[in-house]
């Protein structure tokens, strides 16, 4: 949770990149110091079956501002960001990759963004707005990285071009009000949803995405892409069940079309099911377009929710300045009546 000392906290996954170590912990370090802040780095060690952990212990004996986190067990990048950031104490929290794809000059203008009056809750680093870009990155991964960024956010509410970049900035108060369960890299989704639904402003700002030069890219085309079907199914129901209702409502107004052509040509046998399988396809649909509702109802309700939860948790952090206040301002009394004793 919040320190005073500490002003920006740098979560940093890492799955076996030790062949990324020391050089680019020291570049997010002299980035950091350009903001003239309190900073601490966070690197999350996923699990790695390379030495990744054992360089970071080594390395944070030496550096006070490095606090290396981890488990045994890989586990994905949902994991090691939530890990991360329940770590953080920082006021304003930024997550980066381990292999700097995304310049480690975009943290100290992050900070900027974070901190400027009126500043936003959160803000993303999007190589798919206007004046973003992408340099030397693999076309296939490029292409399918471009298509589910255009899929995704036409589905999550915002209009955010980049929903799926890792390269983003928080208030600590605000993420780490956030109930967060991804273990994968749908938690990019889950936060900009529940972000939304907590009732967050968000803001992007152009990015460059390079392709990786050190150590093994981690992208997984398969589970990726499942991971994030799934969850835009969970975000939009009505995507899945009005496609799958509606094509048996067709199915069930096609086929007693076909019935009533071959009543009137004098054809229709009575022997045959027709009628029967029209009226359960028909009801099929019908109540596949009702859980439809019925899954938009609830995505609602869990906005709600979420909005509601965000407020509680301004209410107890008020209270909680509130009651440090109290403890300050009778600490100073207490100190003030004793010194009037002794005088």
């Given at each position: 949770?919040?320190?005073?000392?500490?002003?920006?906290?740098?979560?940093?996954?890492?799955?076996?990149?030790?062949?990324?170590?020391?050089g680019?912990i020291?570049?997010?370090?002299?980035?950091?110091?350009?903001?003239?802040?309190?900073?601490?780095i966070?690197?999350?060690?996923?699990?790695?079956?390379?030495?990744?952990?054992?360089?970071?212990?080594?390395?944070?004996?030496?550096?006070?501002?490095?606090r290396?986190?981890?488990?045994?067990?890989?586990?994905?990048?949902?994991?090691?960001?939530?890990?991360?950031?329940?770590?953080?104490?920082?006021?304003?929290?930024?997550?980066?990759?381990?292999?700097?794809?995304?310049?480690?000059?975009?943290?100290?203008?992050?900070?900027?963004?974070?901190s400027?009056?009126?500043?936003?809750?959160m803000?993303i680093?999007?190589?798919?707005?206007?004046?973003?870009?992408?340099?030397n990155?693999?076309?296939?991964?490029?292409?399918?990285?471009?298509?589910?960024?255009i899929?995704?956010?036409?589905?999550?509410?915002?209009?955010?071009?980049?929903?799926?970049?890792?390269?983003?900035?928080?208030?600590?108060?605000?993420?780490?009000?956030?109930?967060?369960?991804?273990?994968?890299?749908?938690?990019?989704?889950?936060?900009?949803?529940?972000?939304?639904?907590?009732?967050?402003?968000?803001?992007?700002?152009?990015?460059?995405?390079?392709?990786?030069?050190?150590?093994?890219?981690?992208?997984?085309?398969?589970?990726?892409?499942?991971?994030?079907?799934?969850?835009?199914?969970?975000?939009?129901?009505?995507?899945?069940?009005?496609?799958?209702?509606?094509?048996?409502?067709?199915?069930?107004?096609?086929?007693?079309?076909?019935?009533?052509?071959?009543?009137?040509?004098?054809?229709?046998?009575?022997?045959?099911?027709?009628?029967?399988?029209?009226?359960?396809?028909l009801?099929?649909?019908?109540?596949?377009?009702?859980?439809?509702?019925?899954g938009?109802?609830?995505?609602?309700?869990?906005?709600?929710?979420?909005?509601?939860?965000?407020?509680?948790?301004e209410?107890?952090?008020?209270v909680?300045?509130?009651?440090?206040?109290?403890?300050?301002?009778?600490?100073?009394?207490?100190?003030?009546?004793r010194?009037?004793?002794?005088?």
């Open positions: 949770m919040y320190n005073n000392e500490v002003t920006i906290s740098v979560v940093v996954p890492m799955f076996n990149e030790a062949a990324n170590l020391p680019n020291e570049r997010i370090k002299s980035a950091l110091k350009l903001t003239g802040q309190s900073f601490e966070i690197p999350v060690d996923d699990g790695s079956s390379d030495d990744t952990l054992i360089k970071l212990t080594e390395m944070a004996q030496d550096d006070d501002c490095l290396p986190v981890g488990y045994p067990v890989n586990s994905g990048r949902g994991r090691a960001l939530r890990t991360g950031i329940s770590h953080a104490r920082g006021k304003y929290i930024m997550t980066c990759d381990a292999d700097l794809s995304y310049d480690e000059a975009y943290l100290p203008a992050m900070y900027q963004l974070l400027a009056p009126e500043a936003p809750d803000v680093g999007s190589p798919y707005m206007e004046g973003g870009g992408t340099e990155v693999p076309a296939n991964r490029l292409f399918i990285s471009k298509l589910g960024n899929i995704l956010s036409r589905i999550m509410p915002g209009n955010i071009h980049t929903v799926t970049g890792i390269l983003r900035g928080y208030k600590a108060s605000e993420i780490q009000a956030l109930d967060l369960e991804a273990d994968g890299k749908e938690i990019h989704l889950e936060i900009i949803s529940k972000g939304i639904a907590a009732g967050f402003r968000i803001i992007e700002f152009p990015a460059v995405l390079t392709s990786r030069k050190k150590g093994k890219s981690k992208f997984r085309f398969k589970a990726t892409a499942i991971s994030h079907i799934l969850f835009s199914f969970f975000e939009k129901p009505s995507i899945l069940f009005g496609v799958v209702g509606s094509l048996l409502v067709v199915a069930g107004l096609a086929a007693g079309s076909y019935i009533v052509y071959l009543w009137q040509a004098g054809t229709l046998n009575p022997n045959r099911p027709l009628m029967t399988l029209m009226v359960i396809v009801l099929a649909g019908m109540q596949v377009l009702l859980f439809g509702f019925l938009s109802l609830l995505v609602s309700l869990r906005r709600e929710i979420f909005r509601v939860q965000r407020r509680q948790g209410i107890i952090q008020q909680n300045q509130l009651s440090e206040a109290k403890k300050t301002t009778d600490y100073k009394i207490n100190k003030t009546e010194v009037s004793v002794v005088d």
